[in-house]
């Protein structure tokens, strides 16, 4: 009895020194400095241009979400069904939808694209613009308690009929955000 408590002991030490080990693998491709290289905040007549789109795109995002249905991002912004990269955030908006409503029931939603700086743009040809949102998303659940928090990503822009649509979508995942908050410092 002893040997196996023993035994059993060990193999939970040593299983949460693993755990503690940094995954080198995830955060060795990580350049964050030179992802954010070319953002600049726009000039207050680009920013309305440009804070539509990211507020109409949240909109739809969270409506998502508390719906229970992806095909309402979905059906306004169909090229982010593809290219669906987890590993990297690329349109990673299912998994929010469905992670969310496995064990809440959600109510409402409020999000402020800027809660945590304002909106930077990267202007890329004339008619493809990446923006940069660093804000926030909080949901009501049904038993009046919130989920969400804090986001960055990036939305990237085509100028098409003149107005701008989402075609891509970048989520910072952790490895990348606290590489990104340890290069702001």
């Not at 249905?69 to 590993?87: A, G, H, Q, S, V």
């Not at 040809?125 to 923006?131: F, G, I, R």
């Not at 986001?151 to 990237?156: A, E, S």
């Amino acid at each position: 009895m002893k040997n196996f408590l023993l035994r059993g002991i060990m193999v939970a030490i040593i299983l949460t020194l693993i755990g503690c080990q940094q995954n080198t693998t995830l955060t060795e491709n990580i350049s964050t400095k030179a992802d954010m290289e070319g953002f600049v905040e726009p000039e207050p007549s680009d920013w309305v241009e440009y804070s539509k789109p990211a507020r109409e795109y949240m909109y739809y995002r969270t409506q998502a979400v508390v719906n229970k249905d992806i095909n309402i991002l979905w059906d306004k912004y169909p090229k982010l069904k593809d290219n669906i990269d987890r590993k990297q955030g690329i349109n990673i908006e299912k998994d929010e939808v469905e992670s969310l409503n496995q064990s809440f029931n959600l109510l409402d939603a409020n999000y402020n694209i800027e809660s945590y700086e304002r909106i930077k743009i990267k202007n890329i040809k004339d008619n493809e613009t990446v923006v940069l949102v660093h804000g926030s998303i909080i949901y009501l659940r049904d038993d009046f308690e919130e989920s969400g928090g804090e986001y960055l990503i990036k939305l990237f822009l085509e100028h098409k009929e003149n107005h701008w649509t989402v075609v891509k979508t970048d989520e910072y995942t952790l490895p990348e955000y606290k590489e990104w908050v340890k290069d702001k410092k």
